[in-house]
């Protein structure tokens, strides 16, 4: 797989990192830090900022004191079994059929049981709403197909999982993410081969210009 070529949006790693974003939403940065060292690192420095701001409002401990702190927490990892403190593994080939575990929760973690709907010739979805609100939409395109022109009410983050669409943003192939907000109106035109497979979360419904769309918007929950 190709590095990510598109990223993040700074104040969207702020948020991650901060612990802001909504579990939807988070879900779907996670994924994306996954596949992309650039936002992985940022995010990973971002935290380191906030740690130290929030260590600078705590009392001073002495330093003997620290030192069993630090060693309790340890030993509490370790007894728990956390990650990266546990024995190391070796790592099994990817399953092409397993589905990111921060979708699980919400799809299950099998791609071919997925029980997608029909939305339009070569046009699939499956829509959730998770606990805090925001939408999660899967959507399966057909290779060649023209999604509505469409602008957003709020904010959407999508994360390409197979396949590939082009739009006025560029070329978004797996392992992309399009951090989208109000200002962003855009068609995804997928690409020629495999069918575009990406996930999306949003805070507030789409908005589309075109009368059709705008009538079916309702039918689909979008």
């Known amino acids: 797989m190709t590095r990510p ?13 901060a612990g802001a974003l909504p579990p939807e939403m988070a879900a779907i940065v996670a994924i ?17 900022v906030g740690g130290a701001l929030i260590e600078l409002q ?14 309790e927490m340890l030993e509490r990892l370790d007894r728990a079994g956390l990650p990266g403190h546990s024995p190391r593994r ?7 059929d397993r589905l990111p575990a921060p979708l699980h929760p919400y799809f299950g973690s099998s ?15 499956i829509r959730t709403t998770g606990p805090s609100g925001c939408t999660l939409l899967m ?8 999604m509505p022109v469409h602008s957003h009410e709020g904010s959407e983050i999508t994360q390409i999982l197979r ?24 068609q995804p035109v997928t ?13 507030a419904p789409l908005r589309f210009p075109g009368w059709l769309a705008r009538t079916l918007q309702p039918v689909f929950g979008i």
């Open 5 to 17: 070529r598109h990223h993040l949006d700074p104040a969207t790693v702020i948020s991650h990192a």
């Open 32 to 48: 994306h830090c996954d596949t992309c060292p650039e936002c992985r690192r940022r995010v990973a420095d971002a935290e380191k």
């Open 58 to 71: 705590r009392p001073e401990f002495a330093p003997d004191r620290q030192t069993r702190l630090r060693a």
């Open 90 to 96: 070796e790592s099994l080939p990817p399953d092409p």
């Open 111 to 125: 791609y071919r049981r997925l029980k997608w709907r029909w939305m339009g010739p070569g046009m699939h979805y």
């Open 139 to 146: 959507l399966r395109i057909g290779p060649g197909k023209s």
């Open 163 to 186: 396949g590939a669409y082009d739009d006025a943003l560029g070329h978004f192939g797996v392992g992309d993410i399009a951090d989208l907000d109000a200002e962003i109106e855009h």
């Open 191 to 203: 690409s020629p081969g495999e069918p575009c497979i990406c996930v999306a979360a949003l805070d």
